[in-house]
């Protein structure tokens, strides 16, 4: 599946509007971090911080955002995912 395709049915799932923040991951390219209005949370990777704009754009129901107070508040990250970052952390 696209990216286009795949952020168009995370919206369609999860519903709009659907934040989503570019993130620069390097030579790897970007992370498109999607938080829909239901607290999941979805990514896609694109080429680059370009890329993941334009994909906002072309996606009907998605807006930039950024990690502000209303976007941190509105991601559901459930225990699994806490357990699972922590284990990493403590390396």
Known sequence: MDNTKAVAAFVAAHGRP????????GR??????????????????VAD???GAALI???DGVQAAEWDR????????????RKKMAARARG
């Open 28 to 45: 790897a390219g970007a992370r498109v971090v999607l938080v829909g209005p239901d607290g999941t949370m979805g990514d896609v990777v």
């Open 57 to 59: 754009e072309r996606v």
């Open 49 to 51: 911080v370009e890329a």
């Open 18 to 25: 659907t934040r989503a923040v570019v993130e620069n991951i």
């Open 70 to 81: 209303e976007t941190v508040a509105g991601a559901r990250i459930g225990s699994a995912h």
